[in-house]
């Protein structure tokens, strides 16, 4: 009888999904490679208090990395589009802003201020995107950029 063949260094396994047809009749998939961690000894690689504060500060730097893409979409999900809409009386030569305490509104700045669109009537507007929840934000009296 033949001896098995002595292990070597396997290659990693990979997990394909099943191929596809598009359309125009390409064929696809994606291999992805499949994660394994142990923290089992091997003859090669004893375990070691080294060893496993590696692997565990590996692991933990993963779990970070998670969190904070999943934090980074909350906020994006938390952000809106608003309309501020403001009657005001604003005198010859002014206009109305806005200004908060978020990106899209200037970040409180007031030289960063929204300017908001007459709409005749003292009725003053404007649509903003990107407004996260909670955004605190005042108006303001100031001289029109617009000339």
């Not at 998939?29 to 080294?50: F, N």
């Not at 608003?82 to 990106?103: H, N, P, Q, W």
Request: include cysteine; proline fraction near 7%.
């Amino acid at each position: 009888q033949k001896a098995p063949p002595s292990p070597k260094a396997a290659s990693p396994k990979k997990d394909a999904s099943p191929p596809k047809q598009d359309g125009a009749g390409a064929v696809g998939g994606v291999v992805r490679p499949e994660r394994q961690r142990s923290l089992g000894a091997s003859p090669d690689q004893p375990l070691t208090a080294k060893r496993v504060s590696k692997l565990l500060r590996s692991t933990s730097e993963d779990i970070l990395s998670l969190m904070n893409h999943f934090e980074s979409r909350l906020n994006l999900l938390s952000q809106w589009k608003v309309m501020f809409k403001m009657r005001a009386k604003v005198t010859y030569g002014d206009a109305l802003y806005i200004s908060g305490d978020c990106e899209s509104l200037g970040r409180g700045v007031p030289e960063n201020a929204i300017r908001m669109s007459h709409a005749g009537d003292d009725e003053w507007s404007v649509l903003l995107d990107g407004v996260p929840e909670g955004t605190r934000y005042r108006y303001l009296v100031q001289k029109d950029s617009k000339g």
